[in-house]
């Protein structure tokens, strides 16, 4: 199938395997697709496979097109699968550049995995919490056993191959108060490239959501990354790369953010599952935020559909009037609106649940960054951009 239509910058992961995993994370908020896809759901068929890659090539307006592949647990679907996109890539590739970025649980990564991500120059997102008893308290194996070393031993593979990575840590009810531990931890096993995730899980109620035992406090992930941030600044900048301190120290410079968290609009950063089916983002994979299929139309005409630009646009027309006063509005943007679940009084608009956290965040950090942002323009350097992987 070819498509001719207008192309547009944007973003596509891919979740091939859904919902399936090896492990059973208890804070995992895709497990519950199961529920709405079917036990039985089925991993990308090789059809589908074909018709995602050449039509994000196509779609695409840029010369670099970058391919996400998330799950669930991809590492599921075999090495064969990966070998036959990296194939597809190559066929449709028309003369753009093809980067791969590729998130796992590590659990079945083997010298065989790790030789084909080096070949073929694939980023590898990596989840790992960090301190052991934090990692197991949550990352179980589906046979119950803790999954930490595992985890560590693919993490030395990847260094023994030179595989580039990065860690993606979740900051929890377990570590939201180990800011410290959890980042020295990690740069004892070698990571350089880090990223850390706030849960925020909840289910609905009739009055108000009721927030899972497993999150973090409100305040809670703003406590988490000023006390790494301390650590990071005395002696770390420049060396060790963390993608909230990246995208706020680019912010602070004037660039608009990298993450689209902190970015006045969202809309641009979808996902396809397994079926090809397209959904607005990947926390929002549900059926009301279906907005097509890409293996019966062009992704351009998904991305500027009028459904899909409303969703990009919700998040700016939807502030709470705490957000429209804040101080801090230019660098949050109010955040995730998966996030804005507390109740206001009088609005039909909810506040965000981690306000807090951002605004001890931007208000600890901001001396710290107005030196880095010093000495930067001193050198006439841009802040150094890396590579991540989306989280899940």
């Known amino acids: 199938m070819s498509f001719f239509a207008p192309k547009a910058y944007f973003h596509l992961m891919a979740k091939p395997s859904s919902f399936h995993c090896n492990i059973q994370c208890e804070y995992c908020f895709y497990l519950e697709k ?8 089925s991993f990308m068929s090789q059809e589908t496979l074909k018709s995602y890659i050449k039509n994000y090539i196509e779609s695409h307006a840029g010369e670099r097109v970058e391919f996400a592949w998330q799950g669930g647990e991809p590492t599921l679907l075999g090495l064969d699968f990966f070998q036959s996109a990296v194939a597809l890539q ?3 590739a028309n003369g753009k550049t093809i980067t791969n970025a590729f998130q796992t649980n590590g659990i079945a990564l083997n010298r065989q995995w790790v030789s084909f991500f080096k070949r073929h120059n694939f980023l590898i997102g990596l989840s790992i919490d960090g301190l052991s008893a934090v990692h197991n308290r949550y990352r179980i194996a589906s046979n119950g056993n803790p999954t930490f070393d595992k985890v560590v031993a693919a993490l030395e593979l990847l260094k023994s191959y030179q595989v580039e990575f990065n860690t993606l840590t979740v900051v929890n009810d377990q570590n939201w108060n180990k800011g410290k531990e959890t980042y020295l931890a990690l740069k004892t096993l070698g990571s350089t490239f880090m990223q850390f995730i706030p849960i925020v899980e909840y289910q609905k109620t009739a009055s108000q959501p009721a927030i899972m035992p497993f999150s973090t406090p409100p305040e809670g ?4 990354l000023v006390d790494v941030f301390q650590q990071w600044h005395q002696q770390d900048v420049g060396q060790v790369f963390v993608l909230e301190f990246e995208n706020l120290l680019g ?8 993450s689209c968290i902190h970015q006045q609009t969202c809309g641009k950063s979808l996902v396809v ?3 090809g089916e397209v959904y607005s983002c990947d926390h929002y994979v549900y059926p009301q935020y279906r907005v097509g299929n890409l293996t019966q139309q062009p992704l351009t005409d998904i991305v500027l559909s009028q459904q899909q630009r409303q969703f990009g646009l919700n998040k700016q027309q939807g502030l709470s009037q705490i957000c429209r006063q804040c101080e801090y509005l230019t660098l949050c943007h109010g955040g995730c609106p998966k996030h804005r679940i507390v109740p206001q009084p009088s609005e039909s608009a909810g506040h965000n649940y981690l306000c807090a956290s951002y605004r001890y965040f931007f208000q600890e950090t901001a001396l710290g960054m107005q030196q880095i942002c010093q000495q930067i323009r001193a050198n006439a350097n841009p802040p150094q951009g890396t590579q991540h992987v989306n989280p899940k």
Do not use: I, V, W
């Open 90 to 92: 190559q066929q449709f």
């Open 251 to 258: 912010q602070r410079l004037g660039y608009p953010s990298s």
């Open 273 to 275: 599952e397994a079926n």
């Open 34 to 41: 199961e529920q709405q896809f079917g036990k039985k759901a």
């Open 221 to 224: 992930y703003g406590r988490f």
